[in-house]
């Protein structure tokens, strides 16, 4: 079993939607997850230069609220950067608590497609997943169908499972177990 895993909605995701995705998280980190309706200070994370929103400051605030025992994904509907990198869909804390997850370049609409909530859904989920990963000190996986596989672009993640390949596995059972310990 891994630490707890705390999602806090900072969105305008709907309930069913937000269910599906929790349950997708469970299913695949066999863990339990529970949801919590949040307000960060997000526009202080804007950059008027790029009109988009720095992750690692919504990170930071993340980081601050976040128990030691507890991972905690923001989950923002805003785009978010990084300096190095025009845009990205989440940043972790790596072998922390605290990880931001956008879900605003993975809906259809963002490319002129029509709305696809399944798949909106399953983008977030592997996107959570991946984040999270991270914060249990799993780096990015050359396994073509790995979650933890890098995804540049939305596609990629549209190819990508929601589940950690064998391997990433094997390493996550125990660097969870690790986490559990050192939360002791």
């Keep these: 079993m891994t630490s ?3 999602i806090l909605n900072a969105t305008t995701l709907s309930a069913s939607p937000l269910r599906d995705i929790l349950h997708e998280v ?3 980190l066999r863990c339990s997850v529970s ?3 949040h307000s960060l200070d997000i526009e202080k994370t804007f950059d008027t230069s790029r009109g988009q929103y720095y992750s690692t400051a919504i990170l ?3 980081m601050k609220r976040a128990p030691v025992s507890t991972k905690c994904v923001a989950l923002v509907d805003v785009d978010v950067f990084i300096p190095v990198l025009s845009f990205v869909f989440g940043e972790a804390q790596f072998g922390g608590n605290a990880t931001v ?4 370049r993975l809906c259809n609409q963002f490319y002129g497609m029509p709305a696809d909530e399944s798949l909106h859904v399953q983008r977030i989920a592997k996107e959570i997943i991946h984040e999270l990963g991270h914060t249990y000190g ?3 996986c050359r396994n ?3 979650v933890m596989r890098s995804s540049t672009y939305v596609e990629d993640i549209d ?3 929601s589940s950690l390949c064998n391997e990433c596995w094997q390493l996550f059972e125990i660097l969870s177990l690790n986490n559990l310990k050192k939360n002791e």
């Design 159 to 161: 190819l990508k499972k």
């Design 26 to 28: 469970e299913k695949n």
């Design 60 to 62: 930071t605030q993340v």
């Design 35 to 37: 949801l919590q309706k």
């Design 101 to 104: 997850v956008s879900t605003h």
């Design 138 to 140: 799993l780096y990015h």
């Design 4 to 6: 707890t895993i705390t």
């Design 144 to 146: 073509f169908e790995c």
